[in-house]
């Protein structure tokens, strides 16, 4: 078990007035009564400071106050400080891509700004948060960035920390020549300064480098030069840390007994410094090595002190390692029992770490889509605004045009009567006026329909946008429902099959062969249900994509549905329930087989999952003028009114359990009713609740 730094920068350029000196309570009262917008901008940020360490929502609230009003009075500075400060609150949320959303636009104004420091923190707290995502090219990447700015700037305490990261990130992608390439440089830059915790943390780094190379003689020399350093510097965690790397060393170029007395100083230290954590850790380090030494006693002990400690501090993945480490210690001592029950107890735990780790990438996701559905009503928004402000428009141009023809009126009347009372010449002058308004007129009725043309597009467009949202809304009902089934019915049947090959490949020669076949014949069972599951979601997916064609060919009714039932036959004769296939021979249909393949056995498979033992499942058809009425009729537990009217709807639709615990997905009919209309039929279904159902597909024959 070994240890390395990573560096982080969580910092910007300072611009808080306030922070050091005043309570929570009084920057609040100088928040209320201060009139000066940028000095409550640094209240605001100030409060969200001190709030940080102990109430992060109330921070996060105060920094988008402070936001807000640093974008409505235009003071870019602010705006992009305030933008870090959240980026970091997300990250601690571990809400990462807000985080980076938020680092993005503080580096956009930093760049703007040509703040050579915000742009230096912003790109390298970005690659920490890759790094913690696992996408180690774009953590590089934003490292790589964060380096240049900071060595164009000639600050070395900043680029020797980013180039510890960046070696870190080389060492993960497994480039070990360049991770000690970076490692190297800056353990000469900290000797320079005499930076004490940046020289600690190179030494441990560097050890762990030479390590990965199996040169455990030189791992060794630098592990050693970080414990004399540390033991200087009185840094009770650090020799603890150092202890436990040199136990790793020794471990890896097999000096047990050497590894075993350098892993109790580490615990002995960890205890000293109260690092519940770190004990937790070596305890189990501890118990592997006593295992490689045949100490099985020594190795529970060690293992079930972990677990104690795992599950009083609830970190799920110490816990689990723990139960590991029983599983290997009891299978050593032939204590088949226990190793089986806490390899139980192993699987469980990767369920719940899988189901959390799940859920986190469906909130993300989530939140992505949250977003970009946020745009899209932003969108329409700006679309009724525009609307709003040219039927104004249109109304003030009615307005002008009424006062505008009162006034040619009024002149005209006014040329008129002038006309009248001074000489014919007045007449001619009075015609030319005439045609001057007409032609005005004329141009003011093509200035109308304009308007109203482009009235017209911006409806249209309008309804475009609801149409598109409507689709959107669909789509995030189907993908809601794959996320579903990939999460749950896909992963479950996974999980018993690699316990159990795990279990296989530990104990092999161990286990009896009555255990190994059931165990096997458990594998099987679990590979048939995914294999069929696999099947049902491949087959939806093309359906979504429209990439199934359908191609129309001449077949006997009879043998298509005998050919899709033949299947679940077997299934139908373990339950005991007699099957009869009454459609007569000699009927011909004109359709795509594969699709009417897919229908009848899903329609058939679900009649027996939902049937009694001892019941009966019939198939009937009935010939009109241009279409087939085929009803596959069952004795079975019937639906509810509610449940017949969610069957067909993906966001609705449920799957249950069939008469003897049957497994399902739902997609079977969601897939049926999608087939029937590519083939330009309907379904329909009646069902009495414990008397059973009839599925009807009526299909043209040619």
Not at 386 to 394: A, F, S
Request: with cysteine; proline share 1%.
């Amino acid at each position: 078990m070994r240890y390395i730094y990573l560096t982080l920068l969580f910092s910007f350029q300072s611009i808080i007035l306030f922070g050091q000196t005043n309570t929570t309570d009084s920057l609040l009262l100088r928040l209320n009564k201060e009139k000066n917008d940028t000095t409550k901008i640094n209240l605001l940020i100030d409060l969200g400071q001190q709030l940080q360490p102990t109430n992060i929502d109330s921070a996060l609230t105060y920094y988008e106050k402070a936001l807000h009003l640093s974008i409505n009075k235009n003071i870019n500075k602010y705006t992009a400080y305030c933008y870090g400060s959240m980026a970091d609150v997300y990250f601690f949320q571990s809400e990462y891509n807000k985080s980076i959303s938020a680092y993005e636009n503080s580096l956009k104004i930093y760049e703007k700004l040509k703040d050579e420091y915000g742009i230096c923190s912003a790109w390298s707290n970005m690659g920490v948060i890759y790094w913690e995502k696992g996408n180690l090219k774009k953590c590089n990447e934003c490292y790589l960035q964060a380096l240049s700015i900071a060595e164009n700037r000639q600050d070395t305490i900043t680029s020797t920390k980013i180039k510890i990261n960046i070696a870190l990130v080389f060492s993960e992608l497994g480039d070990q020549e360049n991770a000690l390439k970076y490692h190297l440089e800056s353990l000469h830059e900290l000797e320079k300064i005499n930076d004490i915790d940046g020289i600690l943390a190179s030494l441990q780094n560097i050890g762990c480098a030479k390590q990965d190379q199996h040169k455990y003689d030189e791992a060794i020399t630098y592990f050693d030069r970080a414990l004399t350093l540390a033991l200087q510097e009185n840094d009770l965690y650090l020799i603890a840390m150092s202890y436990g790397n040199l136990a790793s060393a020794y471990d890896d170029k097999e000096d047990l007994i050497l590894a075993q007395k350098y892993n109790k100083k580490s615990i002995e230290y960890y205890s000293k410094v109260g690092n519940d954590k770190g004990i937790a850790r070596s305890n189990i380090y501890m118990a592997s090595i006593s295992l490689k030494l045949k100490q099985f006693k020594k190795s529970e002990q060690y293992s079930l002190e972990a677990l104690k400690t795992a599950k009083n501090l609830g970190i799920l993945d110490i816990e689990k390692s723990a139960y590991e480490s029983l599983v290997n210690t009891y299978a050593q001592m032939k204590d088949f029992s226990k190793a089986y029950h806490y390899q139980n107890k192993v699987l469980q735990l990767k369920d719940s770490i899988y189901t959390i780790e799940k859920s986190q990438q469906i909130r993300e996701l989530q939140a992505k889509f949250e977003s970009e559905k946020k745009e899209k009503e932003n969108e329409l928004l700006k679309i009724e605004n525009q609307l709003k402000t040219t039927k104004i428009e249109k109304q003030q141009s009615r307005t002008y045009i009424l006062y505008i023809s009162i006034l040619f009126l009024v002149f005209l009347f006014a040329l008129i009567y002038k006309s009248l009372r001074t000489n014919k010449k007045a007449h001619a002058t009075l015609e030319e006026k005439n045609k001057l308004i007409t032609k005005q007129q004329t141009e003011l009725s093509v200035a109308f329909d304009l308007l109203t043309e482009k009235n017209e597009k911006l409806e249209n467009q309008k309804t475009k946008i609801q149409e598109q949202a409507k689709v959107l809304t669909e789509a995030v009902a189907s993908k809601d429902k794959f996320f579903s089934i990939i999460a749950h019915d896909l992963r479950n049947p996974f999980n018993v099959i690699l316990g159990f090959c795990d279990l296989l490949m530990g104990n092999y020669d161990i286990i009896s062969n009555e255990d190994r076949k059931e165990y096997i014949a458990t594998i099987n069972s679990s590979a048939i249900t995914t294999h069929k599951l696999l099947e049902n979601l491949l087959t939806w997916a093309n359906s979504q994509r429209n990439r199934i064609k359908i191609v129309h060919v001449k077949m006997e009714l009879k043998s298509l549905v005998d050919e899709a039932i033949l299947p679940y036959i077997p299934n139908a004769s373990t339950k005991k329930i007699s099957v009869q296939n009454n459609i007569p021979k000699d009927w011909f249909i004109t359709a795509d087989k594969y699709t009417l393949t897919t229908v009848f056995g899903n329609l058939f498979s679900n009649a027996i999952k939902f049937t009694n033992e001892g019941g009966s499942v019939s198939l009937n058809a009935i010939s009109s003028n241009k279409f087939y009425e085929i009803q596959i009729i069952d004795s079975g537990v019937g639906m509810s009114n509610e449940a017949v009217n969610s069957l067909f709807d993906i966001a609705k639709n449920n799957s249950t359990l069939g008469t003897n615990d049957e497994q399902g997905t739902g997609l079977g009919l969601i897939l049926c009713k999608e087939f029937v209309e590519k083939n330009k039929g309907e379904i329909k279904v009646h069902s009495v609740k414990n008397e059973g159902t009839t599925f009807t597909v009526k299909l043209p024959k040619e």
